[in-house]
């Protein structure tokens, strides 16, 4: 298989058909295939986007002409009618119509198509109530669906949510999301929702403990002062030696005074 069929492929995987409306779901930055399904010799290829010129093609004329903003971004196969789009946008979106000239006849296609964002960012979290422990899946983009796999579960379709027993935590859970272009999944451990929880309560147990004791050690140490008081006592050996004799003398004299001899 060569590289053009390759990518011819993967165009088409990018575009999925939709819901019972009709819509053809396109993810953003990808690309598109119409098939009109007209069978025949075609005469003349008229494809349009919102009532506007698109591409077309004319037997009698060569080459295929495009227009607006899908120059340079559409292929044309001329024997079956089928279209192309590639380096889909949000103005991509809307009304597609083809008419198709066979044996003279005009047959006409019509295909309502929407351009939309993938899947992105699925993330679980949980939250512990009491003895209960609830998963919640989460993720960005439109039109999203989500569904629940792991040991427990009931009517595990549909929800974005879920809640786990006891007896299941340390069990593994998987969440998938759908949109009409794209899904992801996250797996979770539910008992490292009660884990987390144990430890925040634990963490927020000990904070005044901590706040003690981080506040005695601001406090000044009284010991310290005493001994600095101390160090300047008239008492102190270094101090009186370092005074003038008749300051010494009249301390002398004063000791004296207050211890008298017997």
Known sequence: MNLSMIAYFCLILNAVSGDASGILYVETNGGFLLLPHISGVKEDIFWKHNHNKMVEWNRMRPGISEYLQFQQRTQLNTETGDVTVTGVTTADRGLYEAEITVNRKIKRFTQQVDVIDPVRNTRISCDVTGSTVTLVCEADGPLLSYSWTGPGLQNPENRSQIQISQENLGSNYTCLVKNPVSEETQNYTAGDCSTREELRITDETSEPVRQEFEDKNQQPDSSDEDEEK?????????????????????????????????
């Open 230 to 262: 101390r160090s300047f006592e008239p008492s102190n050996l270094a101090m009186r030696r370092s005074l003038p004799w008749h300051v010494t003398n009249g301390m002398t004299s004063l000791h004296n005074t207050r211890n008298p001899r017997h």
